[in-house]
């Protein structure tokens, strides 16, 4: 079978630390060259360069849903943005042979002064589609994204969750025969992520191919039967789910119990709020910083808000290294003093099973605008306590809490004898 996916000795090469270069006119080109003819070049030849991608090679078949892991810098979203045509390959080649609908990031391809029902079909064009075909799909991607009172409002008044489930929905619906998805769910609430893997497994049981790259295990292992494990721009692993999961989460796992940006221009966020710190430490107050099932803990975030009287609230999300859901936790809305604040949220004693967890910190402003969502922000692991007795292994399940037990006697001895007797 002809593959509808095929890459060949694929590389990108990036030039970092180059100094932008503002507008130019075409005289302030001319007169630049005439000056130094060589500066340009020297300037290339100096830069350092990174190898995004080197020497990828593997084929997709038509209706496969390939799922894309590794860590962050790994060259999963470089190799997407590629196959999107979006960029450009320093060497080799990457053919398909389908029509493509890529959803790389939110809103990609949204125009902000247009409305919801506009950008539908500015979209759908994109993805060479005719008019009566996105008509007659309309209704049903609208429902879809559940907007449906927002459809006419300009997109720049969207929140980034209208935002994912519009772009989702439009690229999901217009039948492309490749649909290729970064990690852009990360930012809609949970009963949308399930929805959304539900239609990925819909594409792909309509003989469609599925590019899926995601953080979250749980939804890789269920949507995809292989998974490319990428690390540095290299092909570390092709081959089953299953088998390469638990490898790659077993040795993907780092331990961050602290993060600091000292200087805010390079902490994550935006012009009104960015994060300074994050932290998770026992409240045993043994000091020697161990965790165990047993053992309370406290995650403590600060940031920075620049607007004064904010009304802002944090959500904590809290999944297990594989990607699986634990729990999330949120603030109260409240307006916030303009400067350095700190948030403090307490996870108690015998909740937790032991085992690997990740934190993610999400800044909303007015119940709706994702200010910020940075994944993976601390990473941490919980033993199992010393015990005496015997063991019967690990417990299953991701929480373990420690719940009160009430025994009582219901009937005398005598009573059980005479029912016996009877």
Known sequence: MKPIVKVENLSKQYRIGAQEVSYQTLRDALAGVVRNPLGRLRRRAQSPVVWALEGINFEVQPGEVLGLVGSNGAGK???????????????????????????????????????????????GAMLGMKRAEITRKFDEIVAFSEIERFIDTPVKHYSSGMYTRLAFAVAAHLEPEILIVD??????????????????????????TVLFVSHNMTAVRSLCER???????????????????????????VVALEQLWEDPSTAPGNEKVRIRSANVKPLTGDGNG??????????????????????????????????????????????????????????PANFLNDGAYSVAIQIVEDTSNTLCYQ????????????R???????????????????????????DIYEYERE
């Not at 080649?93 to 506009?118: I, N, Q, W």
């Not at 729990?327 to 409240?334: I, K, Y």
Request: aromatic share 10%; glycine share 10%.
């Open 375 to 386: 994944a993976d922000i601390l990473v941490f692991e919980v033993s199992e306590a010393p």
């Open 183 to 208: 990690e852009v769910l990360a930012v809609g609430d949970a009963a949308f992520q399930k929805k959304c893997i539900g239609k990925m497994g819909d594409v792909a049981r309509a003989g469609r």
């Open 388 to 414: 005496s007795g015997s063991w019967f292994g690990k417990w299953p399940g991701i929480i373990r809490p420690k719940l009160e037990w009430v025994s009582e006697s219901v009937t005398a001895d005598e």
């Open 77 to 123: 979203s470089t190799l997407l943005k590629i196959l999107s045509r979006i960029v450009e390959p320093t060497t080799g080649r990457a053919d398909l042979y389908g029509r493509v609908g890529s959803l790389l990031e939110v809103g990609t391809g949204f125009h902000p002064e247009l409305t919801g029902r506009e950008n539908t079909f500015l979209n």
């Open 290 to 347: 161990e965790m165990t099932i047993e053992t309370p803990l406290q995650v403590e975030f600060e940031f920075w808000n620049y607007v004064p009287e904010a009304v802002l609230n944090f959500t904590m999300h809290l999944y297990t290294v594989e990607g699986s859901y634990v729990f999330a936790t949120a603030s109260e809305v409240e307006p916030r003093p303009r400067g350095l604040l700190r948030q403090v949220v307490k996870i």
């Open 227 to 253: 998974v490319l494990w990428l690390d540095k721009g290299r092909i570390i692993e092709d081959g089953d789910a299953d088998r390469i999961i638990p490898i790659y989460t077993q040795r993907g796992t």
